[in-house]
């Protein structure tokens, strides 16, 4: 895979090898370096895992102290399935307020 930004199939943005946010369907919540886009997952490495069920902060302010402190690392590698995937955003483009 080349470096930067590249478009898979499904015309999701690729930014290998940067933090990304992945928001989903589900109660949960992806922080972590993108390693890949597949046919059928998008893979992180180094993620935080957050259930946003668990947590009292409100997601964006959890995802603004990772832009700020750093991503809480708690799974080596994560697919995501991308019928799941809502948005995925650059980490280094969330706005801080």
Known sequence: ???GKKKDAKGIPNYHE???VVDTHSNFLYIG???DVGEH???LRDADVHDCRQSPSMNEKYIM???KFGVRCNRKRVH???QEVVSMSLLEDVIEY
């Open 80 to 82: 995501i399935r991308l």
């Open 1 to 3: 895979m080349k470096r």
């Open 41 to 43: 997952f998008v893979i």
């Open 18 to 20: 940067k933090n990304v």
């Open 33 to 35: 370096k993108l390693e």
């Open 65 to 67: 102290e990772a832009k």
